[in-house]
């Protein structure tokens, strides 16, 4: 894997564009007289963390978050260390610039902003040749690629090519959040047109300028992608985001126990949750195998969590027919049941043979789930009816209302906590500040997606194994409910803080990597210290 050290070749404006080695006012005067760089630069010499004072500084003098987006995008494109260092620095308060919801908007304004540094667009023009496409590539040992089709950006809906935001942040994620060396990080746009009429008629728009082909195309051309990273990226795990829903369940089914790959809408959403039920239970007591689970909601999110919960309470011993029967699904046409004949394969899975209901109480009052997961986009849809059947039902109900952005969440924690008399554990998809409620005080914890794939990662990126296996997953959620502290317990968070995300991904690495080993998938040789072993591993922003 290339390094950071000091290449021989580069000298002068040469070495000073290179965003890997430039140290811009970093360079001592002795490497400023050896690499020709004397005069290029202003005379002060400064350490890393007084370039860091001054781009913080910069960062409060911008407007907004996108402002602040394209500082620190530039940054990235003239000095990656400082670039990282800014993000290691604060990660809770960066990922939000760099990531959701930041992202979003530059993802609608991509083409406009457009900048020659970027990932990889594949299209589906590259048909027969996609192997020779990803050799184009600089670097050679290429370790994961974060791959989006830009069907389905955020809640944004289908932005095209524009989508390459989405794995360009989401890879800045695997370092600012687990410590991931960025050199072996590959962002690619799998670009195979557009239907939004908007970006095929704006004349700025980076895209291929047609429609969506047919499923039987884009399964053939995703088929060559897979193969040809295969070959030409052997070490390479593939990350699947942001594909249209459909789309992404069909394409994980597909490779999931195929090759190394995995889908964080789809999984790594589903382990956050995961973690948060786990977390929950902490605070309630009980097992997740005698859990009963509603999941308000039924597309790729609502689905990827029924399976992740399956999954788990397979583990703790039920068959696959006895936690089936513990989960129920609702959508926009109500209850998922056997009798109904708008259900794709995924939902068919989940349908019980009892009678329909379009009523969200009614099913409640019947099914009496001991959790109830919103994920429907329904903004408000948990009313003060439902907050109140849950808790008659349960002596302490947990309520996840992670539907975003903020008007789309389910319920609010102030209403959560007013309506359930403060009984409910609550979690949310978006940030909510702490809720003061009969004098006491509680600390809403937010499912944010960067909990989990940057520490899964990690794991992989430690191991390389064969596969990402459910249990990978399952590990990852004990490890991060393990490290809830009793004080966090006490003010109703399931989740631990969210600046501790650095050490949370080490933990999460370390126990996938464990995993990936026992299960014999690892394709390296296992050390004595694991945790000294992947320790060495971790990228630290420091010039060399
Ligand atoms: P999707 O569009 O695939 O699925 C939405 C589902 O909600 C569909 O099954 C639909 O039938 C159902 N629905 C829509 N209107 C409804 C209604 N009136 N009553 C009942 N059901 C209704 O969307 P996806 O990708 O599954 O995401 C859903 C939501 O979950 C989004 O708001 C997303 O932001 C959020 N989400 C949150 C995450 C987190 O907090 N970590 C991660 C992933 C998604």
């Given at each position: 894997?290339?390094?950071?050290?000091?290449?021989?070749?580069?000298?002068?404006?040469?070495?000073?564009?290179?965003?890997?080695?430039?140290?811009?006012?970093?360079?001592?005067?002795?490497?400023?007289?050896?690499?020709?760089?004397?005069?290029?630069?202003?005379?002060?010499?400064?350490?890393?963390?007084?370039?860091?004072?001054?781009?913080?500084?910069?960062?409060?003098?911008?407007?907004?978050?996108?402002?602040?987006?394209?500082?620190?995008?530039?940054?990235?494109?003239?000095?990656?260390?400082?670039?990282?260092?800014?993000?290691?620095?604060?990660?809770?308060?960066?990922?939000?610039?760099?990531?959701?919801?930041?992202?979003?908007?530059?993802?609608?304004?991509?083409?406009?902003?457009?900048?020659?540094?970027?990932?990889?667009?594949?299209?589906?023009?590259?048909?027969?040749?996609?192997?020779?496409?990803?050799?184009?590539?600089?670097?050679?040992?290429?370790?994961?690629?974060?791959?989006?089709?830009?069907?389905?950006?955020?809640?944004?809906?289908?932005?095209?090519?524009?989508?390459?935001?989405?794995?360009?942040?989401?890879?800045?994620?695997?370092?600012?959040?687990?410590?991931?060396?960025?050199?072996?990080?590959?962002?690619?746009?799998?670009?195979?047109g557009t239907d939004n009429e908007t970006l095929l008629n704006d004349p700025f728009y980076i895209g291929l300028r047609q429609h969506?082909?047919?499923?039987?195309?884009?399964?053939?051309?995703?088929?060559?992608?897979?193969?040809?990273?295969?070959?030409?990226?052997?070490?390479?795990?593939?990350?699947?985001?942001?594909?249209?829903?459909?789309?992404?369940?069909?394409?994980?089914?597909?490779?999931?126990?195929?090759?190394?790959?995995?889908?964080?809408?789809?999984?790594?959403?589903?382990?956050?949750?995961?973690?948060?039920?786990?977390?929950?239970?902490?605070?309630?007591?009980?097992?997740?195998?005698?859990?009963?689970?509603?999941?308000?909601?039924?597309?790729?999110?609502?689905?990827?969590?029924?399976?992740?919960?399956?999954?788990?309470?397979?583990?703790?011993?039920?068959?696959?027919?006895?936690?089936?029967?513990?989960?129920?699904?609702?959508?926009?046409?109500?209850?998922?049941?056997?009798?109904?004949?708008?259900?794709?394969?995924?939902?068919?899975?989940?349908?019980?043979?009892?009678?329909?209901?379009?009523?969200?109480?009614?099913?409640?009052?019947?099914?009496?789930?001991?959790?109830?997961?919103?994920?429907?986009?329904?903004?408000?849809?948990?009313?003060?009816?439902?907050?109140?059947?849950?808790?008659?039902?349960?002596?302490?109900?947990?309520?996840?209302?992670?539907?975003?952005?903020?008007?789309?969440?389910?319920?609010?924690?102030?209403?959560?906590?007013?309506?359930?008399?403060?009984?409910?554990?609550?979690?949310?998809?978006?940030?909510?500040?702490?809720?003061?409620?009969?004098?006491?005080?509680?600390?809403?914890?937010?499912?944010?997606?960067?909990?989990?794939?940057?520490?899964?990662?990690?794991?992989?990126?430690?191991?390389?194994?064969?596969?990402?296996?459910?249990?990978?997953?399952?590990?990852?959620?004990?490890?991060?409910?393990?490290?809830?502290?009793?004080?966090?317990?006490?003010?109703?968070?399931?989740?631990?803080?969210?600046?501790?995300?650095?050490?949370?991904?080490?933990?999460?690495?370390?126990?996938?990597?464990?995993?990936?080993?026992?299960?014999?998938?690892?394709?390296?040789?296992?050390?004595?210290?694991?945790?000294?072993?992947?320790?060495?591993?971790?990228?630290?922003?420091?010039?060399?």
């Open positions: 894997m290339t390094d950071n050290n000091k290449p021989d070749i580069q000298h002068g404006n040469e070495l000073l564009r290179d965003e890997r080695y430039n140290k811009g006012t970093a360079f001592t005067e002795s490497e400023r007289q050896e690499l020709n760089i004397e005069g290029l630069l202003p005379p002060v010499i400064e350490d890393i963390d007084k370039q860091l004072k001054r781009v913080l500084f910069q960062l409060d003098n911008k407007k907004n978050d996108l402002e602040r987006y394209i500082l620190l995008t530039n940054l990235l494109d003239r000095n990656e260390t400082l670039f990282f260092k800014t993000l290691m620095s604060d990660p809770k308060r960066f990922v939000p610039i760099m990531y959701d919801p930041t992202v979003g908007e530059a993802c609608l304004k991509f083409s406009e902003i457009y900048r020659d540094k970027s990932g990889m667009y594949v299209t589906s023009n590259n048909k027969g040749k996609m192997s020779d496409v990803l050799k184009n590539w600089p670097e050679k040992d290429i370790r994961f690629i974060c791959v989006s089709s830009g069907g389905r950006i955020l809640g944004l809906g289908d932005l095209g090519a524009n989508g390459m935001g989405i794995p360009l942040g989401k890879l800045q994620l695997y370092t600012a959040c687990a410590a991931i060396p960025p050199y072996g990080l590959l962002p690619v746009l799998f670009d195979f969506r082909p047919s499923t039987d195309v884009i399964d053939e051309l995703v088929e060559e992608f897979t193969e040809s990273v295969k070959s030409v990226f052997p070490q390479c795990c593939i990350h699947f985001e942001d594909w249209k829903g459909a789309d992404a369940l069909r394409i994980l089914k597909k490779y999931k126990n195929k090759i190394c790959c995995y889908n964080d809408d789809i999984q790594g959403t589903s382990a956050v949750v995961l973690a948060g039920i786990m977390g929950a239970l902490k605070i309630k007591g009980g097992n997740l195998k005698d859990q009963r689970i509603l999941i308000f909601g039924a597309g790729s999110a609502g689905i990827g969590i029924a399976d992740m919960l399956s999954a788990a309470i397979q583990a703790e011993g039920k068959t696959e027919n006895e936690a089936v029967s513990q989960i129920s699904l609702f959508d926009i046409n109500g209850l998922i049941v056997k009798s109904r004949t708008d259900l794709n394969e995924y939902q068919k899975v989940f349908a019980h043979d009892v009678s329909s209901s379009k009523d969200l109480n009614e099913v409640i009052s019947d099914f009496k789930p001991s959790i109830l997961i919103g994920v429907s986009t329904v903004g408000k849809a948990f009313t003060e009816t439902i907050v109140k059947t849950m808790s008659r039902i349960n002596e302490r109900p947990v309520i996840f209302a992670l539907s975003n952005p903020t008007d789309h969440a389910e319920c609010s924690a102030q209403d959560a906590y007013t309506w359930s008399d403060g009984k409910v554990i609550f979690a949310a998809g978006i940030p909510f500040d702490p809720v003061t409620y009969n004098g006491n005080t509680y600390c809403p914890s937010q499912a944010n997606n960067y909990y989990c794939f940057p520490g899964v990662s990690l794991g992989i990126y430690a191991t390389q194994p064969k596969l990402v296996t459910d249990q990978m997953w399952i590990e990852a959620c004990k490890a991060l409910a393990e490290m809830l502290t009793d004080d966090e317990k006490n003010k109703g968070m399931v989740l631990p803080p969210q600046n501790d995300i650095l050490d949370i991904s080490f933990n999460i690495g370390v126990r996938v990597a464990e995993t990936a080993f026992a299960a014999g998938l690892a394709q390296v040789k296992q050390p004595e210290d694991l945790r000294s072993w992947i320790s060495d591993m971790l990228y630290k922003p420091e010039y060399k």
